[in-house]
């Protein structure tokens, strides 16, 4: 389990008078969840992440993984083994010239036997659904295939916990479908934590738990299904609702009941639309 208890965080040395990036935080993330944080620009989504695996470190409160604190300079090492981050940017995280060096570099790194790292290498960049060569050079890819690398290199480590800071931005939108399907599935097949930055709600729509950011708190925590129908909250973190959650509204409104159905299932609307007209 992540830990964090009462952070307060600040990118600003001025101790008398830090600009709080993140003021008052406290959550516990669970083995297995997975987790959406949620929240306009500059609302701490970001800052947080980087405070997980000990990149950066609170001015007050504390976070542990596994109660291994950030803190302890010793443990940094086995939590950044435990936790691992894709960022918006994923040239800055390629290392390899090759795609099979990349993903190797970080096996290395964690001592994976060297005999099983072709195979690994192959299952990550499926996984990520990434369909190129090993040979293929990193400079070659194009922005979403650089993003479905950096997955596929964090992938293949085998994380505990996997922090995905904005890490579909440069995907289109079918892409981005098969980015949420992929990790599903790789979930399924060796469960992990899994923390998900993200400006698009409907990727999010199947994750156990939101947590909505603003102005660097924490402004709700709760499941999809207790926060996607608070319209005001939501407005107030930035967020818009996707298109079949805001039709559910309407037609709630309309009387028109729509508890059970799947807002992600368009099949199941159309039936259900058919029905009641
Ligand atoms: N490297 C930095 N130096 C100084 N201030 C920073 C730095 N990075 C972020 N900040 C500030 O910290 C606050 C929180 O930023 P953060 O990047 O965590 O937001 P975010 O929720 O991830 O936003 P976005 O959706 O734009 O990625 C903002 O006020 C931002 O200006
Ligand atoms: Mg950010």
């Excluded at 060569?133 to 290199?153: F, H, T, Y």
Aim: glycine share 6%; charged share 25%; hydrophobic share 40%.
């Amino acid at each position: 389990m992540i830990r964090i208890h009462d952070v307060f965080f600040s990118y600003s040395d001025f101790e008398d008078d830090p600009r709080w990036a993140l003021q008052n935080v406290s959550l516990d993330i669970q083995e297995n969840e997975f987790v959406a944080f949620l929240g306009p620009n500059g609302s701490g989504k970001s800052s947080l992440s980087r405070l997980l695996n000990g990149i950066e470190l609170p001015q007050q409160g504390s976070i542990a993984v596994d109660e291994l604190s950030t803190e302890d300079q010793a443990s940094i090492p086995s939590i950044r083994r435990k936790v691992q981050m894709v960022f918006q940017n994923p040239e800055n995280q390629q290392v390899g010239f090759t795609v099979g060096e990349d993903i190797a570099f970080g096996l290395s790194n964690f001592s994976w036997p060297r005999e099983s790292m072709p195979s690994r290498i192959q299952w990550a960049l499926q996984t990520a659904g990434l369909n190129v060569d090993v040979d293929r050079l990193v400079s070659q890819l194009s922005g979403g295939e650089k993003q479905k690398l950096a997955l596929a290199a964090v992938l293949a480590i085998g994380p505990e916990y996997l922090i995905l800071d904005e890490a579909t931005s440069m995907l289109d939108p079918s892409a981005r479908k098969q980015f949420v399907t992929s990790l599903a599935e790789a979930r399924r097949l060796r469960p992990f934590s899994l923390i998900y930055v993200t400006h698009h709600m409907e990727e999010v729509m199947a994750a156990d738990r939101w947590v909505l950011f603003s102005e660097g708190r924490v402004r709700a925590i709760g499941t999809p299904e207790e926060l996607w129908r608070k319209p005001e909250l939501l407005q107030s973190c930035g967020l818009e609702l996707p298109y079949l959650n805001r039709l559910a509204l309407m037609l709630e409104q309309d009387g028109v009941h729509t508890g059970d159905m799947d807002a992600a299932n368009l099949d199941e609307w159309g039936r259900k639309l058919c029905k009641s007209s």
